[in-house]
């Protein structure tokens, strides 16, 4: 039987979070027979993260590292209408996945769910997770409440497209930052997106790394630039810094 959908996954040394994100999405078809193909592209790994992949998943396959040329090999190996994008931090809730099955009985061109980040940390004991848990939620009310109004999906909304559309549009820009700004622009051209509440649950982990506002301030001066014409190389050199 063809899937109804499939559900793309780049991973580069992912092992902590793989098994989760994985086990949940199989978790999900078995209750909700949702008909999924699950494909995992893995980007170069060093850790065992595709050893963990290859029991859950219906492909592991290798692809040249860098998140845009991953999900392109991936949808490229899909056999479903409907392609998921869904990044190895970020997990697909109970309360989005039926949201989605209903969506996709409807056709939809595209769309993307509302995020809620969550604190990766357990230290607690100067209450730095509650203080992030605090920045965690505006943010993501921030994030989502932009995509609302402009009808750009970041990556971490778990973007879902049909795939004849995808095609169309050539697939994720090959390039190393901003693929997901440039996807949504592309489908933005064939129809307004399809804005789930689910949500969908990302790890702080790279906020908490670099600081929380820090990385917002860091993330802000990115997309400007990159509105103003920056080359997504140049903004990639910048964002590794």
């Not at 029991?55 to 409907?82: E, K, T």
């Not at 997106?193 to 649950?201: A, E, M, Q, S």
């Amino acid at each position: 039987m063809t899937p109804s959908l499939s559900i793309i996954v780049p991973t580069l040394n992912e092992a902590g979070s793989i098994e989760q994100v994985l086990t949940s999405v199989r978790a999900l078809d078995r209750k909700l027979s949702l008909g999924l193909e699950l494909i995992v592209v893995d980007g170069g790994s060093q850790d065992n993260t595709k050893t963990l992949a290859e029991p859950l998943a219906d492909q592991v396959i290798d692809a040249p590292r860098g998140r845009a040329r991953q999900m392109n090999a991936g949808a490229a190996a899909a056999s479903s209408d409907y392609l998921l994008f869904l990044h190895a931090d970020t997990v697909l809730t109970s309360a989005a996945a039926k949201e989605l099955k209903v969506a996709l009985a409807r056709e939809p061109v595209w769309g993307r769910f509302d995020v809620r980040i969550e604190s990766s940390s357990e230290d607690n004991t100067t209450g730095t997770t509650e203080n992030n848990a605090g920045m965690f939620r505006v943010i993501s009310f921030m994030m989502n409440h932009r995509s609302r109004l402009t009808g750009i999906a970041t990556g971490d909304q778990a973007i879902f497209v049909r795939r004849d559309v995808f095609e169309s549009i050539g697939g994720f820009t090959d390039q190393p930052l901003m693929e997901d700004i440039e996807l949504s622009k592309q489908l933005c051209k064939h129809a307004k997106p399809t804005c789930l509440r689910g949500p969908v649950i990302t790890s702080g982990r790279r906020w908490e790394a670099n600081g929380v506002w820090a990385t917002i301030f860091l993330m802000w001066r990115l997309r400007w630039r990159y509105w103003r014409g920056q080359s997504a190389e140049e903004l990639a050199r910048a964002y590794k810094r």
